[in-house]
Structures are given as C-alpha cells and as structure tokens.
C-alpha cells in the first residue's frame, strides 16, 4: 500500500512540473510535513509513546521473572545428582520453558508492534483532517511528507515546511 501510494504522489509530483508549461503553477504554494516530528512531538505522540513504555515495561517485567524461572531450573539440573531418568525429565522440563520462553517474547513484540502501528495510524489519520484544514485556511495547493519531497530535486516554487504548525494545531484540538 505505501509503494502504491508513492507512485500516487509521485505521479502527482510529476504533474506538477508539466504545469509551468501551462504557466498554472507560477502562483502555486506547496507545503511540506515532517510526520514523523508530528507524531513523534505532538501530545498524542508523546502520550501513546508513555502508554507503549508503560507496555513494554510491563512485558519485560513478566518475561524477567521467567527467564529467572528458566535460569533457576536449569541450575537445579545441573547441581543436583540425578539419575539419568530423573536428569532427562529435568532436560526436558528446562527444554520446554525456554520454548515457552521464546514464543512469549515473540508474542509480546507482536502485540507491542500491533499497539504501536496502532496508535500511529490513529495519530496520522487524526494529523491529515488537521493537514486538511490547515491547507484550505493557508491556501496551499499540496501538501507532501517530507520524505517525499525531499525526493524532489528542483522545483520552480518552493516547498514550506509547516510541521510546527501543523503540531499546534494539532494539539490545541485536543
């Protein structure tokens, strides 16, 4: 879906440079947008950030105490005299806590991944009604994310960064 939406943009962008041919873009305003600034500075941001530490902490607590479960298991099978029945039991008893052990730490990442992408679409669709609005107020004819426009490597208007803008209006709507 992003390379589709590339390609959009791009072909958009290309556009653009056949209208001074036209003599249509001479007068154009096109503003650009750090997303990851606004995501990363606005209140939203900064609070889905503490929500996802607040997770991540949590999990690391959980999994700590077994790993130390783990450790504290396979110590024991390596301390204790054991007959070979008793120390193979114990083997495979360590064996499946370590499996336990790596598919809740994958399941924790997963999840931990799924709230971010979470909170970050949330926050980017919520930061394109404010780009809307702030591009109709200031009159401007597009609006790109930074990344893209840096693509771009000469253009006859410029390109006006209203990331801080767009970040306070943004937060004073919430």
């Known amino acids: 879906m992003k390379n589709h939406l590339s390609s959009l943009l791009l072909s958009a962008l290309f556009g653009l440079f056949l209208l001074p041919n036209l003599g249509l873009a001479n007068d154009m305003r096109v503003a650009i947008v750090d997303l990851n600034k606004a995501i990363n500075e606005s209140k939203e941001g900064k609070k889905s950030k503490d929500m996802l530490l607040s997770v991540y902490k949590k999990q690391q607590a959980e999994l700590k105490v077994k ?77 790109l994310e930074k990344g893209l426009a840096q693509s771009v490597l000469f253009a006859k208007f410029k390109f006006e960064d209203v990331t801080d803008d767009v970040i306070k209006l943004y937060n004073s709507s919430k």
Not at 75 to 99: F, T, Y
Not at 120 to 134: A, D, H, Q
């Open 67 to 143: 790993e130390e479960e783990l450790k504290k298991a396979a110590a024991e099978m390596n301390n204790m005299m054991l007959s070979e029945a008793a120390r193979a039991k114990k083997q495979q008893e360590v064996k499946e806590k370590d499996e336990k052990l790596r598919q809740d730490v994958e399941k924790a990442q997963t999840a931990y991944m799924e709230k971010e992408r979470g909170y970050t679409m949330t926050i980017i669709e919520e930061l394109r009604g404010v780009i809307n609005k702030y591009a109709d107020k200031n009159k401007y004819d597009m609006v």
